[in-house]
């Protein structure tokens, strides 16, 4: 800490918090804070456009991910797409109430805590881009937010050691 308040000469501390808040005032005191925000989702579409992502895939990621642009280009990965597919497919499931659906695809999951965590992830994504109102996905409103709620708990068990089978198919059930 004395070492950030008082830096030998020419040292420059790049330091990045989710709130200003969080930074001790001390610190605060001898810092210049940027706000940093994603570029739109339309920006974020044509610039990965330039960088040769598939146009419709460019544009379903930027919305699906509100514009981070890191998201993006891993659309050119088969692997990662079909994740993204599943996703879609789950909130297909969660939007039409269908439980046996969601579980039959989440079961695929059960053995590998990483992978659902990683689903749950983009599945999260897809809600959250419901709520914002994106035409690519199925969650919309009330939907979406429950959706996103249902994904940030089944998430937050598999972090704390819950077993990945019964989470993911208390989520199947709760998604019907």
Not at 48 to 55: A, L
Not at 155 to 162: E, G, P, T
Request: proline share 5%; glycine share 6%; hydrophobic share 50%.
């Amino acid at each position: 800490l004395k070492v950030m308040e008082e830096p030998p000469e020419g040292v420059l501390f790049l330091l990045t918090a989710d709130s200003l808040a969080g930074v001790l005032p001390t610190i605060r005191s001898r810092c210049i804070s940027f706000a940093v925000a994603p570029v739109s989702p339309e920006e974020c579409a044509q610039w990965c456009i330039g960088q040769g992502v598939d146009k419709k895939q460019a544009r379903l990621y930027s919305e699906l991910f509100d514009g981070h642009i890191g998201t993006v280009p891993a659309a050119r990965d088969d692997a990662r797409r079909e994740q993204v597919e599943k996703a879609l497919t789950l909130a297909k499931a969660a939007a039409a109430h269908d439980s046996y659906a969601a579980a039959v695809l989440l079961a695929g999951y059960e053995k590998d805590k990483a992978a659902a965590a990683a689903l749950l992830g983009d599945f999260r994504a897809v809600a959250a881009a419901g709520l914002r109102g994106c035409a690519s996905t199925p969650l919309t409103g009330d939907a979406a937010r429950r959706a996103l709620s249902l994904a940030d708990a089944a998430i937050q068990r598999l972090a704390a050691q819950v077993n990945p089978k019964i989470t993911l198919s208390v989520l199947a059930a709760k998604l019907g």
